[in-house]
């Protein structure tokens, strides 16, 4: 990979989001741009090379992807604790929309109790389908509000 994409800059653009969630699961509200980016690109750098111990995952949905292009989501399990349970920070690229810059965007930064709870996986990471994935009620008159909801939101 680090062959296609040497750097973090070529690979994702990192969304101000990212960063803010960075800072939030480090309790270091002080790091600046260049120093949140300076200890990604360690990070990528160290995951994208590593053999022995994957720490690079790449994802369809909620099935593992063997390929770069057949993935929508790319996760990096990291070597930084969060300061909120003391797990591994795991950053969360998704692809980018926008055509003619690089392929990823880092969208925000979880922790590795998130990454490996099973209804993260179940929901999924789109706010969207995580919310039409966790409201299910039995109620007829609910249902058909959710309906209403779920017409509304594939608008976006």
Do not use: C
């Amino acid at each position: 990979m680090l062959n296609q994409y040497p750097t973090i800059k070529e690979f994702a653009f990192v969304l101000d989001k990212a960063l803010n969630a960075f800072r939030a699961m480090t309790k270091n509200t002080g790091l600046n741009r260049y120093e949140i980016m300076e200890i990604i690109s360690s990070e990528y750098i160290s995951a994208a090379s590593e053999e022995r111990t994957p720490r690079f995952v790449l994802k369809k949905g909620t099935s593992a992807a063997a390929e770069m292009k057949d993935a929508d989501k790319a996760y990096i399990i990291s070597t930084i604790n969060a300061a909120t349970d003391g797990n591994k920070i795991v950053f969360l690229f998704g692809r980018n929309k926008r055509t003619g810059l690089q392929p990823w965007e880092l969208q925000s930064v979880i922790s590795e109790t998130e990454y490996s709870d099973e209804n993260y996986v179940n929901l999924g990471d789109n706010p969207k389908d995580m919310l039409w994935n966790f409201a299910y009620w039995t109620s007829t008159a609910v249902n058909l509000s959710l309906e209403n909801l779920k017409k509304y939101l594939q608008k976006f």
